[in-house]
């Protein structure tokens, strides 16, 4: 799949998604917003980068934690509060294994148009900006991140 203009494991969870009818789809969202617990930060973990805050595009706190491994691979971990959608929550799952052991640039450089594919253009049309909003975050902290290496250099 290295012709895919999406990194890590996206390629196979986009077409998992595209082949599903709508009813199937959204079970397997919700299923990944069940498992949006497995992505939050363990006890005692550090990372490179923590943002935390409420923004106003979604309804309650989000917080992206992002290490990078020493050869530049990423993971991503993410605490959710109790209000944020479960849209919010299957993406939260879906970025974070979709994204993981990627490097900086492979993120930043990541198309957002596979968002309808996995959640559909019907629940985009419903929800517009939200979908993107988690990516949006993780972006944004590799942004960040990268930035603040590069003036360490």
């Known amino acids: 799949m290295s012709s895919s203009p999406y990194p890590g494991s996206l390629p196979e969870i986009i077409e998992l998604f595209e082949l599903l009818p709508e009813p199937e789809r959204r079970d397997n969202l919700v299923a990944f917003a069940e498992g949006a617990p497995q992505w939050r930060p363990g006890e005692g973990e550090t990372f490179d980068l923590e943002d935390v805050r409420k923004d106003e595009e979604c309804t309650d706190e989000v917080g992206v934690f992002l290490r990078l491994d020493g050869d530049g691979k990423a993971t991503f971990k993410v605490t959710l509060g109790p209000e944020v959608q479960t849209l919010t929550k299957a993406m939260t799952s879906i970025l974070c294994r979709g994204l993981a052991g990627c490097t900086i640039d492979e993120i930043l450089d990541c198309p957002a148009d596979f968002v309808p594919k996995i959640i559909g253009a019907e629940l985009v049309r419903a929800r517009s900006q939200t979908v993107y909003y988690?990516?949006?975050?993780?972006?944004?902290?590799?942004?960040?991140?990268?930035d603040r290496k590069r003036a360490e250099s």
């Not at 988690?134 to 990268?146: D, I």
């Open 134 to 146: 988690v990516l949006g975050r993780m972006k944004g902290a590799a942004r960040v991140y990268r």
